[in-house]
């Protein structure tokens, strides 16, 4: 019987630029390089800066989400209330027609009268 080998596949011994994105990053970028003699203090300053930058925009994108998600939740309870105010409305000029405040009346003994009115005059003396 024979032994187990390793087999090596084409391109994988040699460095043909296959591999992973942050393989071919770190052959481009060489960040061990920067780092050789210590932390380079020099770049805390803008390294800190463009954080807080960072910070500062994620923050603002939350805020602005959370007030878009409110201004649509407004915008539906509006469209509910102008539909009620509608709706209030339309019975309630309907109710004071003179024929249904007639109608209504006529449950408490009242009836409408059936001659106009008329204007009374008093002549000064």
């Known amino acids: 019987m024979a ?23 770190e052959k481009w970028v060489r960040i061990d390089t920067a780092f050789e003699h210590g932390l380079p203090v020099k770049y805390l300053p803008h390294v800190l800066f463009v954080t807080a930058i960072g910070i500062f925009y994620i923050g603002n994108s939350h805020y602005a989400e959370k007030n878009i998600r409110k201004i649509d939740r407004l915008k539906v309870e509006v469209e509910d209330l102008r539909a009620d105010y509608t709706t209030l409305k339309a019975d309630y000029m309907f109710a004071s027609k003179q024929s249904e405040v007639a109608k209504n009346v006529k449950k408490l003994g009242l009836k409408e009268s059936l001659q106009p009115p008329e204007k009374i005059v008093i002549k000064d003396k």
């Open 3 to 25: 032994t187990n080998t390793y087999r090596i596949k084409n391109g994988e011994g040699s460095d043909t630029g296959r591999g992973s994105i942050f393989a071919r990053l």
